[in-house]
């Protein structure tokens, strides 16, 4: 049974691995991130850095709490994206949120990880069978599994 610090460096790597999936998709093969996609970067972001800071502090069970939360924020979006992409006719393209998540400090300091520039229903190519956005749900489900995982079991180091 891995330690709950070892979960956490484990979710932690996951979840900067699929970041850095994402930026390869992003910048090798051309397909660029809508706004729904950029929140779940910052989903992802959100879960490696709480649980990374979890593993090494003696709260392992007040940021494993935040990272989850983290992962049902980034369920929810990848939701939302799921449908859109099942309801052709519904769009999320260039609206208010796209405008604001490319002002938010973060977007306009690093614009190559969080400038949203692609469409919402664009995201249809598969890798190994399934879309990106299936990729990232499988990813969320599995990650609030694991951070559940860690904050019901005894906390061992």
């Known amino acids: 049974m891995p330690s709950s610090r070892n979960a956490l460096l484990s979710i932690a790597a996951v979840s900067l691995a699929l970041v850095g999936a994402a930026l390869y998709l992003q910048h090798a093969k051309d397909m660029?991130?809508?706004?729904?996609?950029?929140i779940q970067r910052y989903a992802f972001l959100g879960?490696?850095?709480?649980?990374?800071?979890?593993?090494?502090?003696?709260k392992i069970k007040a940021l494993a709490t935040?990272?989850?939360?983290?992962?049902?924020?980034?369920?929810?979006?990848?939701?939302k994206h799921l449908y859109v992409?099942?309801?052709?006719?519904?769009?999320?393209?260039?609206?208010?949120?796209e405008t604001l998540l490319n002002k938010i400090p973060t977007a306009t300091a690093m614009p190559w990880l969080f400038r949203a520039d692609g469409l919402c229903e664009a995201a249809q190519d598969t890798v190994f069978g399934l879309n990106v956005p299936q990729w990232s749900a499988v990813w969320f489900v599995i990650l609030t599994v694991s951070l559940i995982w860690v904050l019901l079991r005894r906390t061992s180091r």
């Open 32 to 38: 660029l991130p809508c706004p729904l996609c950029v």
């Open 85 to 97: 992409l099942a309801h052709p006719g519904f769009s999320c393209g260039i609206d208010p949120m």
């Open 66 to 79: 935040l990272a989850l939360l983290c992962a049902l924020g980034g369920l929810g979006t990848v939701g």
């Open 47 to 58: 879960i490696a850095i709480f649980s990374l800071i979890g593993a090494f502090a003696n």
